[in-house]
């Protein structure tokens, strides 16, 4: 969709109206547009990942152009992503936490053996889960802290 507007600032412009006064569909009629100062405004594609930016906008006799200005290096927000991964891998860890407890408790309230060779129980089968999910979530934290 082709846009038409006023520069007001690097960061903002004017688009033009619809309706002008008296002329209706002024926004539709590129000649009267010009004639009152509005420039085609050259757009740029929006990137489709989530790194931050910013629009900022210049111009010259004919047009205004959107210039795209990255708030994060590529490495900054590869980073950002890494941690943000780790971190719902940290908290679906600790969900899985969760569920385990349930089940501890159970194993607590009716004891009995879960392998008749080694004599572990419920319990102890479910300590070991819980520990070594415990390590997971530990590394998966030192990680982000080197990050940072």
């Known amino acids: 969709m082709t846009i ?3 520069l007001i600032s690097g960061n903002e412009i004017e688009k033009a109206p619809n309706n002008k006064g008296s002329i209706i569909n002024f926004g539709k009629n590129e000649n009267l547009m010009k004639k009152d100062g509005y420039k085609k405004v050259i757009q740029v594609e929006i990137p489709e ?13 004919d047009y ?19 941690t ?9 860890l600790q969900e ?34 819980i520990i070594s999910l415990r390590a997971n979530i530990a590394e998966l934290e030192e990680e982000n802290d080197e990050n940072q």
């Open 4 to 6: 038409y507007a006023k």
């Open 49 to 61: 990942t989530d790194r931050q930016y910013e629009i900022t906008y210049s111009e010259d006799d």
């Open 84 to 92: 943000g991964v780790k971190n719902a891998k940290i908290k679906e």
């Open 96 to 129: 899985e936490i969760n569920n385990i407890d349930l089940k501890r408790i159970r194993a607590i309230c009716e004891p009995s053996v879960k392998d008749e060779l080694t004599g572990e129980t419920w319990l102890d089968y479910y300590n070991a889960q």
């Open 64 to 82: 205004i152009y959107e210039n795209i200005s990255y708030l994060e290096t590529e490495e900054e927000f590869q980073e950002r992503i890494s």
